[in-house]
C-alpha cells in the first residue's frame, strides 16, 4: 500500500477536488457577466451614433440573439458544442442588454 493512501486521505482529495470544481463552475459565469457587462458599457460609449440609434440596435441585437436561442433548432446544450453555442448566444444578448440600457439611461439623463 502506498504512503498516504487511507480511505479518509483519498476521501478528503475527493472532497477537495468537488470543492474546486464547484467554484470554477462558479468563476466562469461569474466571468462572462461581467465581460459580457464592460463589453455592452464600451460598445455603448464608443459609438458614434445618436443614443437612440444605439438604444434601438441594442435591443434588436438582444432580441434577435435570444429568439435564436429560443426559436432555432440547435445542438443540444448537453454537447460541447451546444453548449458553447448556447453560452456565446446568452453572452451577446446581454452585451446588446447592457447596449440599450446605458443608452437609455443616457437619454433620461442619468449618465453622460
Do not use: C, Y
Not at 470543492?19 to 458599457?41: H, M
Not at 448556447?86 to 437619454?107: D, E, K, N, P, W
Amino acid at each position: 500500500m502506498l504512503p498516504n493512501t487511507s480511505a479518509v486521505h483519498i476521501a478528503a482529495l475527493v472532497a477537495q477536488d468537488r470543492r474546486r470544481r464547484t467554484l470554477k463552475s462558479l468563476l466562469w459565469p461569474a466571468a462572462q457577466v461581467l465581460i459580457g457587462f464592460a463589453a455592452g458599457l464600451v460598445l455603448a460609449k464608443t459609438m458614434p451614433l445618436p443614443e437612440e440609434q444605439i438604444a434601438l440596435i441594442g435591443t434588436v441585437f438582444t432580441l434577435v440573439t435570444w429568439l435564436m436561442d429560443e426559436a432555432v433548432k440547435l445542438p443540444s446544450k448537453d454537447t460541447r458544442f451546444g453548449a458553447v453555442l448556447h453560452g456565446t448566444l446568452r453572452f451577446l444578448s446581454l452585451v446588446g442588454f447592457i447596449m440599450a440600457l446605458q443608452s437609455l439611461a443616457v437619454l433620461n439623463g442619468l449618465s453622460r
